[in-house]
């Protein structure tokens, strides 16, 4: 069972990056999925969640507007686009699986968690 994310990189501010995240050993068909996110020195915080059925999602208010989750349940993927991209958004960004329907926003209710992949904004 693994979640691999990547698509992170080195991007100037107003620029856009496309995070996806693979699942392998496992389908994420009855799972909700999350985006989350740890800066330098700060804790993990969660961006952005979606339902099972990709129905409803949730957003931060840091990046709503800004950022789109989705997902691809044939291809066992979760994304996020992320576009205008501010300096305050470098993070190391991780996805997470939590076994529902719900798109939770609580770190403790994600069951599995990708490696994370590093995102840098310039200003």
């Known amino acids: 069972v693994q979640l691999q994310a990547y698509g992170g990189g080195l991007v100037q501010a107003g620029g856009s990056l496309r995070l996806s995240c693979a699942a392998s050993g496992f389908t994420l068909d009855y799972y909700a999925l999350g985006w989350f996110r740890q800066a330098p020195g700060k804790e993990r915080e969660g961006v952005s969640f979606?339902?099972?059925?990709?129905?409803?999602?949730y957003y931060a208010d840091s990046v709503k507007g800004r950022f789109t989750i989705s997902r691809d349940n044939a291809k066992n993927t979760v994304y996020l686009q992320m576009n205008s991209l501010k300096p305050e958004d470098t993070a190391v960004y991780y996805c997470?699986?939590?076994?529902?329907?719900?798109?939770?926003?609580?770190?403790?209710?994600?069951?599995?968690w990708g490696q994370g992949t590093q995102v840098t904004v310039s200003s």
């Open positions: 979606i339902s099972s059925s990709g129905g409803r999602t």
């Open positions: 997470a699986a939590a076994e529902g329907l719900e798109p939770y926003a609580k770190q403790y209710e994600y069951d599995y």
